[in-house]
């Protein structure tokens, strides 16, 4: 009984191992290069309140604004004014009490089937252009891959990425720049400081399923166990990052879709970025384009691969990288 015990251990482990070395094979030859950081053509524009087109910046630029907001948008031409609204009153009242704070909000449209441009653009004719951009992709490329695109066209010295569907109180902003400047002094410019929802689990877990939660903590457990340590809620959309940080960690992203922020963190963990996770006022809105089962599995999926990807060497990191 026990050497047929033993023989039937002995075969699992070689059968585990056997299926990590084809996983591991499988993750380096699909590996694909880093997405193309140029734009298409049309890409490299914004419209002004005239409507002619103006040359986008690049983040190799100084910065001429105190704070960019990036909002990647697919398909929001519903939920994107509540957010729009909320963002520019705090930001417009801001101004109003300090003359020298500056900003611009960049709402990158990620080849929406909508009017998520038009809606956007409205707004550019209110505040004016520079204070409002679209960038209008000419296809999805996912909500990391747009957020890139805003983050390489932006003037901030400081950028917050910022979801469409204004989930989380846009003045929570100050939480986190406060939570930024506790980490200084910043190596060589570098910080990042992350909004959480870490601390409303308990209330999230009372309201979900049980197929949900398990879903919930078992995607937890993989970031932590494959590629981010000490951040409890990498997926939260509000995220605030020095200039430098922005630029060192999108120009090594390879991610464009949901798992974006998983790599985005181990990338910044990797350089020895500081991160502060800052806890956020949160209210789930409906509309997500997440659909559980199958987003969790793909993200599940890609997880994985980040990890055996960077481990086999099919992805490496760079100390630099020319943006186009």
């Known amino acids: 009984m026990v050497p047929l015990l033993l023989q039937l251990v002995v075969l699992g482990a070689a059968l585990a191992a056997v299926a990590l070395i084809l996983i591991s094979f499988v993750a380096f030859i699909t590996a694909t290069e880093m997405p193309h950081l140029h734009r298409q053509e049309d890409e490299k ?37 509540v957010m729009m609204d909320e963002a520019l009153g705090y930001l417009e009242e801001r101004q109003k009490q300090d003359p020298t704070f500056t900003y611009e909000v960049i709402v990158v449209d990620d080849g929406s089937k909508d009017e998520t441009s038009k809606v956007a653009f409205k707004y550019c004719q209110k505040y004016g252009s520079d204070k409002v951009r679209v960038i209008t992709l000419v296809k999805n490329r996912g909500k990391g891959g747009a957020i890139r695109m805003g983050v390489f066209s932006s003037r901030g010295r400081k950028i917050l990425m910022a979801d469409a569907d204004g989930a989380t109180e846009f003045p929570d902003i100050e939480k986190l720049e406060k939570g930024l400047n506790e980490l200084q002094p910043w190596p060589d ?25 398990l879903l919930m903590y ?62 956020v006022n949160w209210t789930e809105i409906e509309g997500s384009k997440l659909v559980p089962f199958w987003s969790w599995l793909q993200m599940g999926k890609d997880l994985l691969f980040i990890r055996l990807r960077y ?13 186009n």
């Open 218 to 279: 078992g995607f937890h457990f993989l970031v932590w166990f494959l590629c981010v340590k000490g951040i409890r809620d990498t997926q939260c959309g509000f995220k605030l990052l020095t200039r430098e940080a922005a630029s060192r960690t999108f120009s090594s992203l390879h991610i464009e879709r949901w798992a974006f922020d998983v790599e985005l963190l181990y990338i910044a963990q990797f350089f020895k970025i500081p991160i502060a996770e800052i806890a």
């Open 45 to 81: 524009f914004f419209l002004n309140t005239r409507g002619q087109r103006e040359a986008l910046p690049s983040i190799r630029d100084s910065p001429t604004k105190q704070l960019s907001v990036v909002v990647p948008s697919y398909n929001e031409e519903k939920r994107l004014p």
């Open 189 to 213: 410019q570098m910080a990042i400081a992350c909004g959480s929802r870490a601390h409303l689990e308990k209330e999230s877990v009372a309201q979900r399923s049980y197929f949900r939660t």
């Open 311 to 323: 481990l086999t060497g099919a992805w490496r990191l760079e100390q630099t990288r020319k943006v």
